[in-house]
């Protein structure tokens, strides 16, 4: 049952160390959670770590209101969000750990150890199955062809059978002004042909360089 082990709005020596003991562990477990899904956790682990057992602690001075504690978790966003902006993923454990220690502070300990145990695995299953991640099509690619070849349309049957769209961007004189630097923004029906179109390419300019990389997420217009 998910009863809560607190009664009445009473708080018994025993209850609360039981309460504030799961919220060191849950913490704990949840903070090793972000460990393994961060290359990098930093300071904020130990942030995570302790907000179950703060927020425990708090709901309880407070007697369990549910109003005053949502204005304390309001209170607590404030605090966070004006300081320096963290990512999406610390903002997903930043709450995660708010709820465990929410229903912690409210007595619900079988309800805060079923939310970190569905919550934390469904964490680590999307983190190691890259969910949402994927691998990026779009490319920023440069062409250098000699001057004397004609280049309006050189590439577009190999355009449309390597790539979904190709946006040509601008064309400049190189080496002198005895070439032709041609940019194009494309996004490739498959990743894994992107050596393949290269190749193609080649074969067309004489050998002479090609450059394909990914396009930065401010500068994508495609």
Same mark, same amino acid.
């Given at each position: 049952?998910?009863?809560?082990?607190?009664?009445?709005?009473?708080?018994?020596i025993?209850?609360?160390?039981?309460?504030?003991?799961?919220?060191?562990? %849950?913490?704990?477990?949840?903070?090793?959670?972000?460990?393994?899904?961060?290359?990098?956790?930093?300071r904020?682990?130990?942030?995570?770590?302790?907000?179950?057992?703060?927020?425990?602690?708090?709901?309880?001075?407070?007697?369990g209101?549910?109003?005053?504690?949502v204005?304390?978790?309001?209170?607590?966003? %404030?605090?966070?969000?004006?300081?320096?902006?963290?990512?999406?993923w610390e903002?997903v454990?930043?709450?995660?750990?708010m709820?465990?220690?929410?229903?912690?502070?409210?007595?619900?300990?079988?309800?805060?150890a079923?939310i970190?145990?569905?919550?934390?695995?469904?964490?680590?299953?999307l983190?190691?199955?890259?969910?949402?991640?994927g691998?990026?099509?779009?490319?920023?690619?440069?062409?250098?062809i000699?001057?004397?070849?004609?280049?309006?349309?050189l590439?577009?049957d190999?355009?449309?059978?390597?790539?979904? /769209?190709?946006?040509?961007r601008?064309?400049?004189?190189?080496?002198?002004?005895?070439?032709?630097?041609?940019?194009?923004?494309?996004?490739?029906r /498959?990743?894994?042909?992107? /050596?393949?179109?290269?190749?193609?390419?080649?074969?067309r300019?004489?050998?002479l360089?090609?450059?394909?990389?990914?396009?930065?997420k401010?500068?994508?217009?495609?």
């Amino acid at each position: 049952m998910l009863s809560s082990i607190f009664h009445a709005g009473s708080f018994e020596i025993q209850s609360v160390a039981m309460a504030l003991t799961a919220g060191l562990v %849950l913490g704990l477990v949840i903070s090793l959670i972000y460990h393994i899904t961060n290359d990098e956790p930093g300071r904020f682990a130990v942030v995570i770590a302790a907000m179950p057992f703060l927020m425990t602690a708090v709901i309880m001075i407070v007697n369990g209101n549910l109003g005053t504690s949502v204005a304390v978790l309001g209170a607590f966003g %404030l605090v966070r969000f004006r300081s320096a902006a963290g990512s999406a993923w610390e903002i997903v454990f930043l709450f995660f750990s708010m709820a465990v220690g929410l229903a912690l502070g409210m007595g619900f300990l079988s309800l805060a150890a079923i939310i970190t145990l569905i919550v934390g695995a469904m964490l680590l299953i999307l983190d190691r199955s890259a969910y949402g991640q994927g691998i990026s099509r779009q490319r920023e690619l440069r062409i250098t062809i000699p001057e004397d070849l004609n280049y309006p349309g050189l590439f577009d049957d190999l355009f449309q059978r390597y790539t979904r /769209k190709a946006f040509f961007r601008r064309v400049r004189t190189t080496n002198m002004g005895t070439m032709y630097e041609l940019n194009y923004r494309v996004e490739l029906r /498959k990743a894994s042909e992107e /050596k393949e179109l290269i190749d193609q390419i080649r074969c067309r300019n004489g050998n002479l360089s090609v450059i394909m990389g990914l396009v930065e997420k401010e500068r994508n217009i495609l």
